[in-house]
């Protein structure tokens, strides 16, 4: 088909609905045609009228009709469109799904230019320039909620600003119920409103700026963390290879040691054990014939052989030693004791490490607690260590009990112990957030921290719980109370506890002492940087006094 010459209108192939060239066109009973596609989408939209109607001449149908394909205009349709011939440019102005549409088009809804107090396309406008009846109206940026800017007693746009009651109003609003009030235009207030947003918006950069900061600072100390989590993890397995291979070594040795020294004693009593059998072979013999000389009948002949029979042979006098013990079982012995050293080692090795690990105060510090069952999240069952025990402390109570006893116990020598001081400390080291409670009885109690290398021998301060710069003590007795530390007293006058919370916060540097009752007192609060791990310690200094570790769990 040739175009020369053509005149056809192209409205009469176009959708009304897209006003682009038919695809895939149907026509309805009226005889409009719309793309298949176009008619159905809206169609879809009248479903829940129950009715449906065509866009075009309105005319209403009670069931939706079934339509089916045009194939002449279908077919005129593709050679227009291959002669290069295309419908009018589709027209911008229809309203799209994130447009505002005119609230007077029928059909295919334009986009909406002003609004009134309903949304109008160009077309519609016009009314509004060019009849006086509308000069009232301000049109506005097109909106999808405009109810929400008309007033709902006057049905007037809200122009303005009632300051006295916070809220938009219209100018009829402000000659009636909002007269004598602070009134803006809605732009003035818009305006200081807007300075306002834009400080607010300034502050909110700002600490979207600080928070940025603060997540590069947290992602460095999580890759931190890992290396520093990595190396530990290389490290401490090198460092037990090194420690299972020493046990291997040390296994072997003492195998070899005993089986040495079996074979040499195995080999010494074996050959003890020849010589008395090759004795008691020549005593047989000997006593056989000395048994037939016992039998021989002629006189004579027995005097003459006696004397050569019945003299023995000079015995080799082996004076045995027999022990009847285990022979080995002292290396046994000893092998329990480094056994057991070793478990002691591993087990404050083991509480160290855990102690250690699960403190990791990498962000915010944490508040001290204000309640005795704040204080609980952290409690510790804290054990006496009877290697520290002075020798007049009597232990009990599962070695959490320690009592000033004028007899002096049966300890072993150790180095750990305090020799002079009536002191003790725990099993147990002390790092992260710890909490435990100390019952105190009698007329004189020290409840204290130290670093395990604190000084024992002697009675000089350096071994004195408070009385150095290794440890910090609470001192309490009938007159008063006192903190005690690097020799430096400071006294304290109140009511004397009888059970005494300390809390530590090791990273954060922070040692409190509490009064216990019912509800928790402070005593008294330090705040100083702890460089190792802490020890809890107590002294009972007078006879018959104690002092017990609670059980908190």
Known sequence: MSHKGFRLDLKTFSCSLCLDLLRDPVTTACGHSYCMNCIHSFWDEEDEKKTHSCPQCGQTFTTRPVLLRSTVLAVLAEELKKIGL????????????EDVACDFCTGRKLRAIESCLVSYCEKHCKPHYESSAFEKHKFVEPFRKLQQNICPRHDEVMTMFCR????????????????????????????????????????????????EEDVKLLQQEVEAINRSADEAVEDSERIFAELIRLMEKRRSDVKRQVRSQQETE???????????????????????????????????????????????????????????????????????????????????????????????????????????????????????????????????????????????????????????????????????????????????????VAYKNISRAGS?????????????????????????????????????????????DHGAGILSFYSVSETVTLLHRVHTTFTQPLHAGLNPYFIGDTAEFCKLT
């Open 86 to 97: 295309k419908a009018a440019p589709a027209d911008h102005s229809n309203a799209a799904p």
């Open 164 to 211: 006295t009651d916070q809220q938009c109003i219209c100018y009829l609003c402000s000659n009636e119920e909002h007269k004598g009030h602070d009134t803006v235009s809605a732009a003035v207030e818009r305006t200081e409103r807007q300075r306002e947003l834009e400080g607010s918006r300034h502050n909110v950069q700002q600490r979207i700026q600080d928070r």
């Open 266 to 448: 195995v080999s010494r009593v074996k050959e003890l054990q020849e010589k008395l059998e090759q004795e008691i072979t020549e005593l047989k013999r000997k006593d056989a014939e000395l048994k037939k000389l016992s039998h021989t009948e002629d006189h004579n002949q027995f005097l003459h052989n006696y004397p050569s029979l019945s003299a023995l042979s000079e015995s080799a006098h082996l004076y045995l030693n027999i022990r009847h013990l285990k022979y080995f079982e002292d290396v046994t012995a000893a092998v329990s004791e480094v056994r057991d050293k070793l478990q002691d080692v591993l087990r404050e090795m083991r509480t160290n490490i855990s102690l250690t690990v699960t403190e990791v105060d990498v962000l915010l510090p944490q508040p001290e607690p204000k309640t005795r069952a704040g204080f609980l999240k952290y409690a510790r069952e804290l054990t006496l260590d009877p290697n520290t025990a002075y020798t007049h402390l009597l232990l009990s109570e599962g070695d959490r009990k320690a009592t000033f006893m004028s007899q002096k116990q049966s300890y072993s020598d150790h180095p750990d112990r305090f020799t002079v001081w009536e002191q003790v400390l725990s099993r147990e080291s002390l790092t992260g957030r710890c909490y435990w409670e100390v019952e105190r009885r009698g007329g004189g109690v020290g409840v204290a």
């Open 460 to 504: 000089s301060n350096e071994c004195g719980f408070g009385h150095n710069d290794k440890s910090w003590a609470m001192y309490f007795d009938q007159k008063c109370f006192q903190f005690c530390y690097d020799d430096i007293t400071t006294s304290f006058s109140g009511p004397q506890p009888s059970r005494v919370g300390v809390y530590l």
